[in-house]
């Protein structure tokens, strides 16, 4: 009887090591076949993901994965995402970037470029409407007490950052000198801000706000820029820092290809994004600057 006792007890643990076992494969083969994308919610998410849907179906046939897309409700989101593991790529902004970086090991690996070949650059812009009389930042500066202001996110480049920057150097205590500070959740959103007079002056850059002129959201004669940042390096593509290096090598290549070998794909994708004309490979110092500016303003 002692001996059937032990030989159940044995027959159980190795059932029980056998069930662990085939668990930690099926794991391991998941991370191993399946890539998890995000993207930094700061337009319209389900539109963006629709617009990745031939780029997603290219890159899965060149690096040979399969993607799932990891949806968030904010900037701070992906990059907590990626920290624990539950993201692997993520089409970051610049500031979004350095704090993934920061607190996620993320790794810049591509980022937008020009016809060139060279790493692109956009512009951070600040809107008002034309009900509220300003005409320059200078006006802003005055009249700041009475004044809405609107930024994007906490974590955006242009839609925070940048801007917040900008006007901490022309002597405006952002924190302080303002009737009231919103924190819109999108560029689109923050454009309609203003639009809606819901706010005197909304930060964005150049790409969502010409997209929706083209659209008929706004008209420029009632929603028009007051100011416009120096040129920002072009958002990157980051990767967990612990990823395969074989795996960031082929996903390297297969953007670098990306406008040669499906150039459909990459155009619809860039309607919504950066209406970039080529990838290149970059790393952490390209964004060196927006990390210079981020510490200058205490934001990491």
Sequence with gaps: MRGKKI????????????????????????????????????????????????TKNY????????????????????????????VDMAFFGPF???LAAERANAKAII?????????????????????TGLKSM?????????LALSFVDP???????????????IGISVDKDFREIIFAGGHDASILAVHARNVDIAATWEG??????EGGLVDKNDVFVIWKSDGIPKSPIAVRGDLDPSLVSKLQQAFL????????????????????????????????FVRQVAKGLGQI
């Design 7 to 54: 030989f159940a007890f044995l027959s159980l643990a190795l059932v029980l090591v056998m069930g662990v076992a085939g668990c930690s494969s099926t794991d391991s083969g998941k991370k191993g076949n399946v890539l998890s994308v995000a993207f930094v919610p700061s337009e319209d998410l389900e539109g963006m993901i629709e617009a990745f849907g031939p």
């Design 59 to 86: 890159l899965e046939k060149e690096v040979g994965v399969s993607i799932e897309m990891y949806k968030a409700t904010d900037y701070t989101a992906v990059v907590e995402a990626m920290r624990t593991g539950s």
């Design 96 to 98: 979004s970037y350095i």
């Design 111 to 131: 980022g937008g470029g020009t016809e060139e070949g060279k790493l692109g650059v956009y512009h951070s812009i600040m809107l008002t409407n034309k009900d």
């Design 138 to 146: 200078e006006d802003v500066k005055k009249r700041s007490k009475e």
């Design 155 to 169: 974590a955006s480049t242009s839609g925070h950052l940048i801007p917040r920057g900008y006007m901490e150097s």
């Design 208 to 213: 969502p706000y010409e997209r929706a002129c």
């Design 257 to 288: 290809d990306l406008p040669a070998k499906d150039p459909a794909a990459m155009e619809k994708l860039e309607k919504m994004w950066e209406k970039n004309k080529s990838y290149v490979v970059v790393s952490d110092s390209d964004y060196e």
